[in-house]
């Protein structure tokens, strides 16, 4: 009996250490911490992180979407597609959506897109606005 009971603790405790752990502070030389930092690019310190950003893709790449949004952070603007598709846009520069992330904004952008199971599978840089994806 009694190891059964410190069998089922040992797994609760694993479990509850794996899901209560922060994300890393960096991904290659990615700055995660900076980037989670500057909300909506309204900052200009992701743009100065897009060359990190780009070395770490192939990292980012197959990983689930929530496990990206522990990365990343929470994406500026998350948008439903058809077929189950999910987009994460993460701005990297200053632009209109500072004042109102309703606003079309022409702002250096990071598309994320997630297939129907909710796996990393694109990654795109775009300035037109969201509305012409």
């Known amino acids: 009996m ?3 009971f410190n069998k089922k603790l040992v797994i609760f405790c694993i479990i509850a250490l794996t899901a209560c752990s922060t994300p890393p502070d960096k991904l290659g030389s990615l700055d995660l911490k900076k980037w989670r930092s500057d909300r909506k690019g309204c900052n200009n310190v992701r743009v100065g ?3 990190d950003f780009k070395a770490a ?3 980012l790449m197959g ?3 929530d496990e990206i949004g522990d990365l990343l952070g929470r994406p500026d603007i998350h948008q439903l597609g058809e077929r189950n598709l999910k987009y994460y846009v993460y701005f990297l520069e200053k632009g209109p959506q500072c004042d109102n992330i309703q606003s079309k904004s022409e702002a250096e952008k990071v598309i994320l897109k997630f297939n129907a199971v909710g796996l990393l599978s ?3 840089y775009q300035k037109l606005p969201l509305s012409e994806l």
């Open 2 to 4: 009694t190891y059964t």
């Open 49 to 51: 992180l897009e060359k």
């Open 57 to 59: 893709q192939g990292q």
């Open 63 to 65: 990983k689930f979407a």
């Open 122 to 124: 694109e990654i795109t």
